[in-house]
């Protein structure tokens, strides 16, 4: 069954993407650390891999969403889940779990790119809202282990040397 467009390996780029493929459902998967500017061949293959998927999930075009407005990492996991879900014939949620401090308007900025159906939706959450919702519920074996864990969390150190707490709990 061919699902799409393959890819294959390439080189010469100076941060070059770690490539693994999804055999059995036919889809690239592209692993990209730290590279700002995705080469254009790449570009290409999410646009046209899965029998233009792409077109099928967002409303704008590759360069809108993951250069211009820079949210590469969310486009690629909203093109990679949706084709999946629509491949096994399941419902798909796409949950950016964030801080609460940090990306409070991306619902509204990422969505418009997006093709959302009532079984397609992107959703904000918050590690602190996570919290509330576990510490509300009545207790079950590992309810202490994971508060403690939100509770207790570090990201390091600020410049006075003073531990940092990783949530706003």
Same mark, same amino acid.
């Given at each position: 069954?061919?699902?799409?467009?393959?890819?294959?390996?390439? &080189?010469?780029?100076?941060?070059?993407?770690?490539?693994?493929?999804?055999?059995?459902?036919? #889809?690239?998967?592209?692993?990209?650390?730290?590279?700002?500017?995705?080469?254009?061949?790449?570009?290409?293959?999410?646009?046209?891999?899965?029998?233009?998927? !792409?077109? *099928? @999930?967002?409303?704008? *075009?590759?360069? +809108?969403?993951? +250069?211009?407005? &820079?949210?590469?990492?969310?486009?690629? #996991?909203?093109?990679?889940?949706?084709?999946?879900?629509?491949?096994?014939? @399941?419902?798909?949620?796409?949950?950016?779990? @964030?801080?609460?401090?940090?990306?409070?308007?991306?619902?509204?900025? !990422?969505?418009?790119?997006?093709?959302?159906?009532?079984?397609?939706? !992107?959703?904000? !959450?918050?590690?602190? +809202?996570?919290?509330?919702?576990?510490?509300?519920?009545?207790?079950?074996? *590992?309810?202490?282990?994971?508060?403690?864990? #939100?509770?207790?969390?570090?990201? &390091?150190?600020?410049?006075?040397?003073?531990?940092?707490?990783? #949530? +706003?709990?």
């Amino acid at each position: 069954m061919n699902l799409g467009h393959p890819i294959s390996k390439t &080189g010469g780029y100076q941060t070059e993407p770690k490539e693994t493929k999804l055999e059995s459902l036919g #889809f690239p998967v592209l692993s990209i650390l730290f590279i700002q500017r995705v080469p254009k061949i790449f570009a290409q293959r999410y646009m046209i891999g899965g029998k233009n998927w !792409f077109n *099928d @999930v967002f409303t704008s *075009d590759y360069e +809108s969403v993951a +250069s211009k407005e &820079g949210y590469y990492e969310l486009m690629r #996991f909203w093109l990679l889940g949706t084709w999946m879900a629509n491949y096994l014939d @399941v419902e798909f949620c796409f949950i950016n779990l @964030v801080l609460e401090n940090r990306e409070t308007d991306i619902e509204p900025i !990422f969505r418009k790119h997006l093709k959302e159906k009532p079984n397609r939706q !992107f959703h904000r !959450f918050t590690w602190e +809202s996570a919290y509330r919702y576990v510490s509300e519920q009545p207790p079950v074996k *590992d309810t202490e282990i994971m508060l403690e864990y #939100f509770r207790d969390r570090t990201i &390091g150190y600020d410049r006075k040397g003073h531990l940092l707490k990783a #949530f +706003s709990l």
